[in-house]
């Protein structure tokens, strides 16, 4: 869809499921349970209000654990990028890298390589730093990892999209009218441009952390230039001779950012990575599988707003950020640019460079990518790794990556992680604010005040707390045409899942989207 056309956001409800956790590996199939729709398109204002709220996707499937339910109860957790400082074992991944490049050494000696091509670091999974342990790495339980649509569940195309877009207008204008009582609301013009209005310039000191990690960053993939310039330092004080002593670095890193597509080194890399590190059979990879998985996105590719342009990206939309060595593709992160957040979807590497702890140093590249980001677009200074399971051991580190936020699934205010990891210790499964911000106030995590005692999550219905009255002008598209529910003729037959969405998704995102009747 180019930048021209008025963007549409389309899903499918799929509804509840329950598989068996990929965390705790709990006898029990189903153990894990979330609710889920299927995106046909998405802005990226849609999807940032919905992760926002505790959904994830795994290409177009969009889905929210059900905290009250589930086993491993999995917050979505995020870091502000301009408050961040590497800590001393995250520098350590910075030099591993940069010692690597400048004269091939491995600090720690070599990996002992397995028959599988993987090294033993690699296989304890420690090390896949957007993945977790032996489950997915987008926290995505393993049979929802590539899901499709449902059986029956209708197929819309673009064409189907394009019709959409011009009925949309039409049923716009009818929107006052559809039922006694039932208040217009915002149009879905407002309410995006609402959300996507640049906030003030960070302040200088928060841009003088941003420089570290960006600096740290660059100094680590470039330690020819960063010696020269530190021995041309030297010499300016009367230390001649040292710039000298500076050699040509030994390896090459280069690190490119490209919007999501699929490319034959990709899909091998992709194919080496799970037999060697999630133990998948070679019979399970498919192309159409790894594209289903990890190509299709329903985010549609956005300018930025204000005409704002860098040289970074070409605006919000779904990446793969791949990592060459010596030429050679040994990394790929895929990413989802969005209004507020750089948000990590899935990463995978060549076990073979599993020494160089790739996946702790893709989350801190991630990082600087995000603060970046910020300096031209203040609101998009987050980095989102996807959830946080406080009861499995291996996604520890990513509490690491301070200050991290932590997302009350009651409230959907963000708590700072240091204030309630006592909290959690007591109880994996409990809400995390006390209570919600004052009317008007945003989600900053200063709004929400942090339990000192555990409260324990409890499952709610939604037909006790959404009502006919709020979802009356929720828009149905069936037989590509465009519908208010309250002048649905199957209302009945889809009202119940969508007072559910309703729910978790929130009033603003259902306000602007469009639900394809099954």
């Not at 594209?291 to 070409?314: K, M, N, R, Y």
């Not at 978790?504 to 602007?512: L, P, Q, R, S």
């Amino acid at each position: 869809m180019s930048h021209n056309e008025s963007p549409m956001s389309i899903v499918a409800i799929t509804g509840e499921s329950q598989s068996s956790c990929g965390y705790c590996h709990s006898a029990s199939k189903i153990s894990s349970k979330s609710f889920g729709m299927w995106a046909y398109s998405l802005t990226a204002d849609i999807y940032q209000a919905l992760i926002d709220r505790g959904w994830r996707r795994s290409g177009q499937y969009l889905y929210k654990p059900t905290l009250s339910k589930t086993c491993c109860p999995a917050y979505t957790i995020r870091l502000d990028t301009t408050a961040f400082e590497c800590s001393k074992g995250q520098k350590k991944v910075l030099k591993k890298m940069r010692r690597f490049l400048s004269d091939g050494g491995r600090s720690g000696g070599a990996s002992t390589v397995t028959a599988a091509g993987a090294s033993a670091d690699a296989q304890t999974g420690h090390d896949s730093m957007n993945g977790d342990d032996g489950a997915d790495s987008a926290g995505v339980p393993p049979t929802e990892r590539y899901m499709g649509p449902a059986e029956g569940m209708p197929a819309i195309s673009m064409a189907d999209i394009s019709a959409t877009a011009g009925a949309s207008a039409a049923i716009e204008t009818t929107k006052a009218a559809t039922a006694p009582g039932v208040s217009a609301g915002s149009s879905a013009a407002t309410t995006l441009a609402a959300a996507s209005a640049p906030a003030a310039k960070p302040k200088h000191a928060q841009m003088q952390r941003n420089q570290s990690i960006v600096d740290l960053v660059h100094q680590a993939e470039n330690p020819e230039e960063s010696d020269l310039a530190a021995a041309s330092k030297v010499g300016k004080v009367g230390k001649a001779g040292k710039a000298g002593k500076v050699g040509k670095q030994k390896h090459q890193l280069k690190v490119v950012l490209e919007p999501a597509a699929f490319t034959q080194e990709t899909f091998d890399l992709y194919c080496k990575y799970q037999i060697a590190i999630h133990k998948d059979p070679p019979s399970r990879l498919s192309k159409s599988q790894f594209v289903e998985f990890l190509v299709d996105s329903p985010i549609h590719c956005e300018a930025f707003p204000d005409g704002v342009e860098t040289d970074i990206c070409q605006g919000y939309g779904s990446y793969h950020q791949k990592y060459y060595m010596d030429g050679t593709l040994i990394a790929v992160a895929v990413l989802d640019i969005l209004p507020a957040c750089v948000s990590a979807v899935y990463f995978m590497y060549d076990p073979d460079y599993s020494f160089l702890s790739l996946g702790s140093y893709s989350a801190l590249r991630e990082t600087a990518l995000a603060a970046s980001l910020s300096r031209v677009l203040p609101d998009l200074c987050y980095y989102y790794m996807g959830y946080y399971i406080h009861s499995c051991t291996k996604m520890r580190y990513k509490a690491q990556f301070r200050p991290s936020f932590l997302l009350c699934p009651q409230t959907y205010q963000w708590v700072r992680f240091a204030s309630i990891e006592r909290l959690l210790d007591a109880c994996p499964a409990t809400s995390l604010a006390a209570s919600a911000p004052p009317d008007g106030a945003d989600s900053n995590p200063t709004d929400a005040r942090p339990l000192t005692e555990p409260r324990p999550l409890v499952f709610v219905d939604a037909s006790d707390v959404v009502s006919e009255r709020e979802i009356a002008n929720v828009i149905v598209l069936h037989d590509r045409r465009l519908h208010r529910l309250v002048r649905y003729t199957r209302h009945n037959s889809i009202a119940a899942s969508i007072k559910t969405l309703w729910m978790y998704a929130g009033e603003k995102v259902m306000e602007t989207l469009i639900v394809a009747a099954v």
